[in-house]
């Protein structure tokens, strides 16, 4: 049986989705403690899989939910929230409007980045409503049906890691094309970006407002960040990027019994050890582990995602 946003036209299978990207929204709640400004930025895309197959075949527009008042939504529901909501809540609040609101609406797709303002600290102190630009976003995904049946997803994206020592890579295939030698001593640097999957499965098991997203989310984090670097003094050896990003992820399951999945994307970015001669001169730079050419073209790319597998009991 086909569902509502895919049909059987003239012996084809016809599937179709629409919605509003990269709606940009700012929101300040002025109301938080000690006379706090809370200030968060989302950039928002809206998908929506419904039945308005007319509007393509039929030039019936009737059943179109259109973009513009996905667009105005945004606006109507951050203003709604007049207390502060985490991204991944305000994901939540979308899905459950278009969802419910439409009836030609089975399922929402919404994605938010949120721009990683922080508050700035003035000597030491949190200042009460300035806040400067850091590196990592926060991002989330909410697949929502009209059904109830609800997955909610965390992540982090641009996480720029580096480390100067206690990485190599030994023992990978040799061929008339290897040139990489083998080394126990190089820098690692990559750019994680990680979504996490939770368990809740409907809206009604989300429904209860102590849902911490936030805290989990600067958890998991914390548990990715640890878990590549190691202990402060001695570090963690890391054999290659691959073992690397598997330790975080499995770090990550074994920390979280809430979450149920993990991808990971770990590019390995490479720092070139410069050599420089000339014939005159054969050694004018030699090196030691000290000199390097950054570079972000091209680089590796290494990503999996890990999975508790499900009891069926
Ligand atoms: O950690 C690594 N994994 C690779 O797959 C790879 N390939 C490569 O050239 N260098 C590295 N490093």
Redesign the pocket.
């Known amino acids: 049986m086909a569902t509502k946003h895919e049909e059987q036209i003239d012996g084809f299978k016809f599937e179709q989705r629409h919605g509003k990207e990269r709606v940009r929204v700012g929101r300040v709640w002025r109301s938080g403690e000690n006379g706090r400004h809370v200030f968060v930025e989302w950039n928002v895309s809206i998908s929506l899989l419904s039945d308005c197959i007319n509007a393509y075949v039929r030039a019936d527009n009737s059943d179109i939910v259109a973009t513009d008042t996905m667009k105005n939504t945004v606006y109507v529901k951050a203003k709604e929230c007049s207390e502060q909501v985490s991204v991944e809540e305000f994901a939540i609040i979308l899905a459950k409007h278009f969802t419910t609101f439409y009836q030609q609406v089975t399922t929402a797709i919404i994605k938010i980045v949120e721009k990683p303002w922080e508050r700035i600290s003035i000597d030491g102190q949190p200042h009460d409503h300035g806040f400067k630009l850091g590196s990592e976003r926060h991002t989330t995904e909410v697949i929502l049906n009209k059904n109830g049946a609800l997955r909610v997803t965390s992540g982090v994206d641009g996480l720029a890691l580096l480390k100067t020592t206690q990485s190599g890579?030994e023992g990978f295939i040799r061929d008339q094309n290897t040139i990489?030698p083998e080394t126990r001593e190089r820098m690692l640097a990559t750019e994680v970006s990680a979504s996490w999957r939770y368990y809740f499965e409907s809206l009604s098991s989300v429904s209860n407002k102590s849902l911490g997203f936030t805290e989990k989310y600067l958890n998991v984090k914390k548990v990715l960040v640890d878990t590549f670097f190691g202990p402060p003094k001695e570090g963690v050896y890391s054999p290659?990027?691959?073992a690397t990003l598997n330790y975080m992820a499995k770090a990550v399951l074994g920390r979280f019994p809430e979450v149920s999945s993990i991808q990971l994307r770990m590019p390995?970015i490479h720092f070139l050890p410069v050599n420089l001669s000339s014939k005159a001169n054969p050694v004018i730079v030699k090196f030691e582990d000290d000199v390097y050419l950054p570079t972000d073209e091209p680089h590796?790319s290494?990503e999996a995602s890990l999975s508790r597998i499900q009891s069926k009991m």
């Open positions: 890579f990489l290659s990027v691959q390995n590796g290494i």
